[in-house]
């Protein structure tokens, strides 16, 4: 999941009334861009080192496989966006949260809340380990072109984290959401740079070489039971990079209608992951065939390249600055929900939620209040410190991948389709879906052990 969203269409967890005055004038082409500026980010850096694990024909074959489960969830979730009817249907279910409140209750609504939180918070751990691994590896980057590749350049990346958690207190303070919509659009912009450059260094590379590195049965490993970790933290780190749940319905709440919503949102969305299963097959393949069992974890920072120093410099900036962006992206909608919730449980603290000006010298003036500053500090340090006691970039992205892939992309999408379409249990289609449920579920099981057992080991070793 990936890796994932990193657009202007993340959820608020809010149920959301419908604006009169709001019009909807997307089509399949805008629901494309959103949809691949949403998967596309810095999970695509992960792909090579995981095709490494699985080898040439698993490692295609898993690409194709999420792709094809992400489409299914897809396609579940566009039919929940109008009720009752999925396409002549008077109300909007506008983001995920209210799909799922409206559908199957509060109950799990709250279940799956708790889910999407963990998702965000998650994101900004593994969004701080790769920041701070990127600064490091420019630092790295010019280290080498200066003393050679023999040089030992090492660097800690402590203290990279803590400049990131720094610069995230202060992006943080930011009321909401609505306005750092300017961080959303550079960190679009350099999701696809990176993406690109990544993509443009693993094909310079197999050029060179002359030959296809890499063999059918991946990367090899001291014990079967080692090569079964490294398969499972393979599987979690290209669910990591896949799928959008969270902002299906956000996208199809832009779009115009006729033709239904549903039917646009599910023409856009297998153009989308065709497109994205394309760039995504590119990136892996090249990365493995350029290096072979020497793939690197992160392809920009494992320094399987070091020349031209400066490309690789420029990737490592454009992954820090959309990390920057996608930090306050996933973290402002959980800043939201904690604050409303606090906000109701003690209503009567005013000294908590009233703003009062700061001017520094040289800065433009901005407003704080008690409640923001406290809690969204206390976030950061936490993330920051989580990350600096496990900065492992592929077993942290394979955890918080499996973690919720299956809930939030399988287990609610098919449970509101049940609801919805009042399918009875043992039917054919009951059944079919209770399986495909059950495969995913013992996949993101096998992904998630494998990623905490690559975490512990890394850190014992």
Not at 28 to 50: Q, R
Not at 202 to 220: P, T
Request: proline share 4%; net charge neutral.
């Amino acid at each position: 999941m990936g890796v994932a969203s990193e657009t202007e269409d993340i959820p608020l967890l809010q149920v959301q009334t419908a604006d009169p005055s709001f019009k909807r004038t997307g089509n399949v082409w805008t629901a494309v861009a959103h949809i691949i500026t949403g998967v596309i980010g810095s999970g695509v850096l992960s792909l090579a080192w995981s095709t490494a694990q699985l080898g040439w024909i698993a490692g295609p074959l898993a690409m194709l496989f999420f792709a094809a489960i992400t489409l299914i969830s897809t396609f579940l979730l566009s039919n929940c966006y109008r009720t009752p009817d999925p396409e002549l249907g008077p109300g909007r279910n506008r983001s995920y949260i209210e799909a799922v409140q409206l559908s199957l209750g509060e109950k799990r609504a709250l279940i799956c809340g708790f889910f999407v939180q963990i998702s965000f918070y998650g994101t900004g751990i593994a969004y701080t380990v790769t920041s701070a691994i990127s600064m490091r590896a420019i630092q790295k980057s010019n280290c080498y072109h200066k003393e050679g590749h023999e040089a030992a350049c090492e660097y800690s990346d402590t203290y990279y984290m803590l400049i990131f958690g720094f610069a995230q207190i202060i992006l943080s303070q930011t009321p909401d959401f609505h306005n750092i919509e300017w961080l959303s659009v550079v960190a679009a912009i350099m999701s696809f740079t990176y993406s690109f450059i990544g993509l443009g260094l693993g094909l310079a590379k197999v050029i060179e070489n002359g030959y296809v590195k890499g063999s059918i049965a991946g990367v090899s490993a001291s014990s079967s039971i080692q090569k079964m970790w490294l398969v499972s933290q393979g599987l979690g780190d290209i669910a990591f990079a896949y799928p959008y749940s969270l902002i299906v319905l956000e996208i199809q709440d832009t779009l115009k209608s006729p033709p239904p919503e549903s039917e646009t949102m599910k023409k856009a969305s297998t153009i989308a992951i065709a497109v994205t299963t394309i760039f995504y097959l590119l990136c892996g393949s090249f990365g493995y065939a350029a290096f072979g069992d020497d793939t690197p974890g992160n392809l920009l920072t494992g320094f399987g390249f070091y020349e031209p120093y400066w490309l690789i410099d420029l990737a490592n900036a454009c992954i820090v600055a959309h990390l920057l962006g996608g930090y306050q992206i996933y973290s402002q909608p959980l800043f939201a929900t904690v604050e409303k919730w606090i906000s109701g449980k003690f209503p009567n603290q005013e000294f908590l939620y009233n703003d009062f000006s700061v001017k520094l010298p040289l800065t433009p003036g901005f407003r704080l209040n008690i409640l923001r500053l406290c809690f969204r500090t206390v976030y950061v340090v936490t993330t920051t410190t989580i990350a600096a006691i496990f900065p492992y970039f592929n077993q942290v992205i394979g955890v918080i991948g499996a973690l919720n892939f299956w809930p939030l992309s399988i287990y609610f999408p098919v449970e509101m389709y049940f609801m919805r379409k009042n399918i009875q249990a043992w039917t054919k289609k009951w059944v079919m879906l209770r399986t495909f449920s059950l495969i995913c579920l013992i996949l993101t099981l096998f992904s998630l052990i494998g990623s905490i057992e690559g975490i512990i080991s890394a850190k014992l070793s």
